[in-house]
């Protein structure tokens, strides 16, 4: 902190130890019975004279965010969960005491006041207080640019800040809770069931993606933090559960962008006798829903563009779309090698080591897929699934009954972000034995995001899985595209940062755990533990 802060920090501190000797510090028995925002609702329609005639006692508090000493009358601001309203305060009205207490409050302060509801002459809605009482003292100074914390770090790494500044990040995750509730309340309309699946796994599945690792000291084993819901949520449907979804948060050990974070929410649902078709129209109808419910429309604002849910939504063959935006390739330059490692060569990707390299080491669906991504991806601007992907690529996916080299999948994509992942499951046991070796054959030879062998999966497989379709939707992702933030960090409330110069590992001082050991993590990278062998 700078010297001005710490000068003020200590003033607030001296203020404290006063509260402490006259035994008035951290009361806990202020009772509140109303907040800013109904206040504001119910008295909308009413004027000064309605309300002084009225004579409303309320009891409010919450932050203290603004004073003006005056003369013989003064203000504040009082900011709760809800909302802001302004306080009135005169020794005339409040009592000598408590009139110099409030000249003594700064902002931060937390306070319970009691009083009338008013208007003042101004009509600013207002509660002139009869009695006032500080209940925490704020030791620290609030940032200097509080009313809306510029500082994008700062409102990432102290997320209290940014949420006591009041400005778009409350409203962001109202919109992000309420967006969560639609959801949930559609499926459960649907008849889906909701469920927990283990967020610690022996193998972890369900996704290609790097895991993180942890230990189990009392069974004595490595557990994987779930880079994916999936194979859990299929053993539900084998055992009869039909219709089941689970809002989870997924862990995959990947860098961190404005669109990607180590730890993130996921929506994964399942339903029997249905396939990748019946899901991209459910999953039209349950956005459409979302977006009128939270955004009062079906079209919303994302990076200056107008993105409009009403449907239907376009789509696009997997092989279609590359074509489409690489106007140089053909038909048959998608099946060869070279022409592809040149047009992503063409497009800033370096596979390592031109053609011949590309060739032993990737196949050509897993080019496509690159120069997908890197060349169609970002142009997709308005809702567009995305079908027909290579079956290489789809290890978990049925192959499709009229070419077996595409899967029976499709991808939802919005403003160039990957919204949804869904497909007809594959359900033959031997099938999805012979892909798990093969993601195996991939990881020994030096894949991290390729599948581990997973036996107990494959035995559920073999007492019989229905004819299953399923999809994973990104909530963070989502909830960037409904309220506008650019970044993913923006969307969720404690993102992963990287760690300040001089601070531990976490990215605070290095303390020791209860262990007792310094700098002790419970989830520690420790990818090179060897991977657990494949059992048949």
């Not at 806990?28 to 309605?50: G, K």
């Amino acid at each position: 902190m700078s010297g001005d802060t710490d000068k003020l920090s200590a003033e607030r501190r001296r203020k404290l130890q006063a509260l402490r000797a006259e035994g008035g510090a951290y009361p806990n028995d202020f009772r509140r019975d109303a907040v800013a925002a109904d206040l504001h609702r119910d008295c909308a329609a009413l004027d000064r004279d309605a309300l002084e005639a009225a004579q409303t006692s309320v009891r409010v508090a919450g932050r203290l965010v603004g004073k003006r000493v005056m003369g013989k009358t003064s203000f504040a601001v009082l900011r709760d969960m809800s909302g802001d309203i302004q306080l009135m305060l005169s020794a005339a009205a409040a009592g000598e005491d408590d009139y110099r207490r409030f000249k003594t409050l700064d902002a931060g302060d937390i306070v319970g006041a009691e009083g009338l509801v008013t208007r003042t002459k101004t009509g600013e809605l207002s509660v002139r207080v009869k009695r006032l009482r500080l209940l925490v003292k704020s030791l620290h100074p609030l940032p200097e640019k509080f009313h809306g914390l510029a500082d994008i770090e700062t409102r990432h790494r102290k997320r209290y800040l940014d949420l006591i500044a009041g400005g778009g990040a409350r409203e962001i995750f109202r919109k992000r809770s309420r967006i969560v509730a639609v959801i949930r309340d559609d499926l459960n309309r649907r008849g889906f069931l909701e469920v927990e699946t283990p967020m610690m796994q022996p193998l972890p599945g369900g996704a290609a993606a790097r895991p993180f690792v942890t230990r189990h000291h009392a069974l004595d084993m490595p557990l994987y933090l779930r880079v994916a819901p999936e194979l859990y949520l299929k053993r539900l449907v084998v055992g009869g559960l039909e219709k089941v979804y689970e809002i989870n948060r997924n862990f995959r050990n990947e860098g961190v962008s404005a669109r990607h974070n180590p730890e993130f929410t996921m929506l994964e649902f399942y339903q029997a006798y249905t396939d990748y078709r019946d899901l991209m129209q459910l999953t039209g109808e349950l956005l459409r829903r979302v977006c009128d419910e939270v955004c009062g429309g079906p079209v919303v604002e994302f990076d200056g563009r107008r993105i409009d849910f009403s449907g239907p939504f376009d789509e696009l063959r997997f092989d279609d779309a590359i074509l489409r935006h690489n106007p140089a390739l053909n038909a048959a330059a998608l099946q060869d090698t070279k022409r592809l490692v040149q047009a992503l060569a063409d497009a800033g990707v370096d596979v390592g080591g031109g053609a011949d390299a590309a060739s032993a080491g990737a196949g050509i669906a897993k080019l496509k897929l690159e120069l997908f991504e890197k060349t169609v991806e970002p142009r997709l601007e308005q809702p567009t699934f995305i079908t027909a992907f290579p079956t290489e690529v789809s290890p978990l996916a049925r192959r499709s009954d009229d070419d077996p080299e595409v899967a029976d999948r499709f991808e939802l994509f919005i403003a160039g972000l990957e919204i949804a992942n869904g497909f007809s499951e594959l359900n033959d046991a031997d099938d999805q034995r012979q892909r798990f070796r093969e993601q195996a054959r991939d990881r020994a030879g030096g894949d991290d995001e390729a599948m581990y062998y997973d036996a107990d999966y494959i035995e559920a497989l073999e007492y019989g899985l229905p004819p299953t379709a399923g999809e994973g939707v990104g909530i963070d992702r989502l909830v960037m595209l409904l309220t506008g933030a650019p970044s993913i960090r923006d969307v969720i409330l404690f993102p992963q940062m990287r760690r300040l110069p001089g601070t531990g590992k976490s990215g605070a001082q290095d303390m020791p755990g209860k262990s007792g050991t310094p700098g002790t993590s419970a989830t520690q990278d420790t990818s090179g533990t060897p991977a657990t062998p494949e059992q048949e």
